[in-house]
């Protein structure tokens, strides 16, 4: 098989190579089994963020005519931009790697001439990849009231990862080690906070808001408007159909209704609400209604409602029997003797 003659340069050496004569000399491909040790990782050093080693090893040729090894490095698989010889040495160490870069190698050897032989199979890797932090979105807290975050980062390389931060609330501390943020807001506003997750040598950043509100103090106000905005309802049906308004200064949660003669429920709708149904008892019914807001404040408004049982509207029935069931009747006058 002939190939294309490749220009193989190294250390300002050029040369030839005929890869038909390497076929023909029965030049071996090297041992596939290639290791991408990350010196950086196992050594646990702090580093520059931009340079990294990258060791790479390889087995040996049995034949004695090797007369040494090129190291062909690119950054895309396939494609070698350094060829670099290192003589019979079966190790190379790309010093000043860039961190998060990816690296491939293929080796070959040669013989004295030079002639190459064929490259191995390649190894890709990278010199250390950067850890992942998810952004954990916008954040909201109560001023003074106890608040808790931990940032999830995590490290592609299985390396230990730290954390920081700048931009907390005041009251907010990390615990760097672990990324969990607790604390206390002390002053109200909106915080542009940055987290940063590091493997030691590479680091990523997110950036949230975090709005520190003050708490709500307003109670909310609640109006009964339906079927009287009266403090008094008198009706003669047993079930009653109610309803009004709810507002406050941030939300209305919830309005429930409860009564004094039993029962009780949530309404339907917060701002405009409704409840259906509501069973009365004879008499008097003291039905309280209470709106809520998300802080736990609350108001009241009350009716009474009076159950009246309905109106006898149906006449009695009276009916003459005797003397007669009749119309008429006539009788004679008594004699005088
Ligand atoms: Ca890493
Ligand atoms: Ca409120």
């Known amino acids: 098989m002939i190939r294309s003659p490749l220009v193989v340069t190294f250390q300002g050496f050029a040369a030839l190579v005929d890869f038909a004569d390497v076929t023909t000399m029965r030049l071996r491909t090297l041992s596939t089994t290639l290791f991408v040790v990350l010196v950086a990782s196992m050594l646990g050093t702090a580093r520059t963020a931009a340079a990294d080693t990258i060791s790479l090893m390889w087995d040996a040729n049995p034949e004695p005519e090797i007369a040494g090894y090129i190291v062909h490095v690119g950054t895309q698989s396939g494609t070698y931009t350094q060829h670099l010889d290192v003589g ?16 491939c ?10 002639i190459e032989g064929s490259k191995s199979a390649e190894v890709c890797g990278f010199s250390n990849r950067p850890p992942t932090l998810v952004n954990p979105g916008a954040r909201s807290s109560v001023l003074s009231q106890a608040v808790t975050l931990q940032l999830q980062g995590v490290d592609p390389d299985g390396q230990p990862v730290s954390y920081s931060a700048t931009g907390l609330p005041p009251g907010l501390a990390l615990q760097s080690s672990t990324g969990f943020i607790s604390g206390a807001p002390t002053t109200a506003g909106s915080f542009t906070v940055n987290v940063t997750v590091s493997d030691g040598v590479l680091t990523v950043t997110q950036s949230f808001t975090w709005t520190v509100t003050a708490p709500d103090v307003t109670a909310p106000a609640v109006t009964i408007t339906s079927p009287t905005s009266a403090a008094t309802y008198s009706t003669t049906s047993s079930t009653m159909t109610m309803g009004g308004t709810a507002s406050d200064n941030v939300a209305v949660t919830q309005v429930t209704w409860v009564s004094d003669r039993g029962g009780s429920g949530t309404a339907s709708g917060t701002m405009n609400w409704s409840v259906a149904g509501l069973a009365l008892q004879l008499g008097a019914n003291i039905i309280t209604v ?9 108001a009241t408004d009350v009716v009474t409602v009076t159950y009246n049982t309905p109106p006898d509207t149906i006449a009695p029935v009276v009916t003459i029997t005797g003397p007669t069931s009749a119309a008429t009747y006539a009788t004679a006058a008594p004699t005088s003797h």
């Open 290 to 298: 209470t709106a809520r807001d998300a802080a736990g404040n609350t």
């Open 88 to 103: 019979l040495s079966t190790s190379y160490s790309v010093a000043s790697a860039i961190a998060g870069q990816q690296y």
């Open 105 to 114: 190698f293929a080796v070959s050897a040669y013989f004295a001439g030079p």
